[in-house]
């Protein structure tokens, strides 16, 4: 069963950057594609950017030229990149890794925007 790891967020002023990972184990981490979604409280949970295994990325609208997804498959770990945050960033982050059998949503890592 996966089980996924994720660490980097916490408080920062419009602008700002952050840098989220996330450390999975249980899959075969390399031959997954991976997702990183968010949540804002009352909606829908977003897909944010993805990267598949061969590397490939791909990018919601609203965060595109200010978010950057990558992978280490010797560690692991998918990252997720933030710069040039905004308010409308403001969200519990979690990563996912595409049709990973025994997937569930975790608690995810809240990102919050403010000054």
């Known amino acids: 069963q996966v089980q996924l790891v994720e660490s980097g967020g916490g408080l920062v002023q419009p602008g700002g950057s952050l840098r989220l990972s996330c450390a999975a184990s249980g899959i075969i981490f390399s031959t997954y594609t991976l997702d990183w979604y968010r949540q804002v409280p009352g909606k829908q949970r977003d897909l944010v950017a993805s990267?598949?295994?061969?590397?490939?990325?791909s990018y919601a609208d609203s965060v595109k030229g200010r978010f950057t997804i990558s992978r280490d498959n010797t560690k692991n770990t998918v990252y997720l990149r933030m710069d040039s945050l905004k308010f409308e960033d403001t969200a519990v982050y979690y990563c996912?890794?595409?049709?990973?059998?025994?997937?569930?949503w975790g608690q995810g890592i809240q990102v919050t925007v403010s000054s």
């Open positions: 996912k890794p595409r049709l990973a059998p025994g997937f569930h």
């Open positions: 990267i598949t295994s061969g590397g490939s990325t």
